[in-house]
């Protein structure tokens, strides 16, 4: 059974930092090409960072010199390092576990979410 769990959600002050962490089990992890979204209140869905198997990392501008991502294989994790937070940056942060073969997808694997919230 595929699991995907975020967690290092919280309440953080504007400037601050998060680290956000995704474990995911049932699944080859080291194949999968992972993925950070978030998602306000009233606002739909968007991409914040993406890492591919191979470790190449892309971001949406409006994160980009402030957000990090990495993974470990040998952990199964994705992390998500968010410095100086704003209050924009609150929203619900889910990870996802994409895998495609030969251009058709085989895996595609959501985790609930954290709640990040930043505000004074």
């Known amino acids: 059974q595929v699991q995907v769990v975020e967690s290092g959600g919280g309440l953080v002050q504007p400037g601050g930092s998060l680290r956000l962490s995704c474990a995911a089990s049932?699944?080859?992890?080291?194949?999968?090409?992972m993925g950070w979204y978030r998602q306000a209140p009233g606002k739909q869905r968007e991409l914040v960072a993406r890492?591919?198997?191979?470790?190449?990392?892309n971001y949406a501008e409006f994160v980009k010199g402030r957000f990090a991502i990495s993974r470990d294989n040998a952990k199964n994790t994705v992390y998500l390092q968010m410095n100086s937070l704003k209050p924009e940056d609150t929203a619900v942060y889910s990870c996802n576990a994409v895998f495609h073969l030969h251009g058709s997808l085989r895996g595609d694997y959501w985790g609930r979410g954290t709640q990040v919230t930043v505000s004074s």
């Open positions: 890492i591919t198997s191979d470790g190449s990392a």
């Open positions: 049932g699944i080859t992890f080291s194949i999968y090409n």
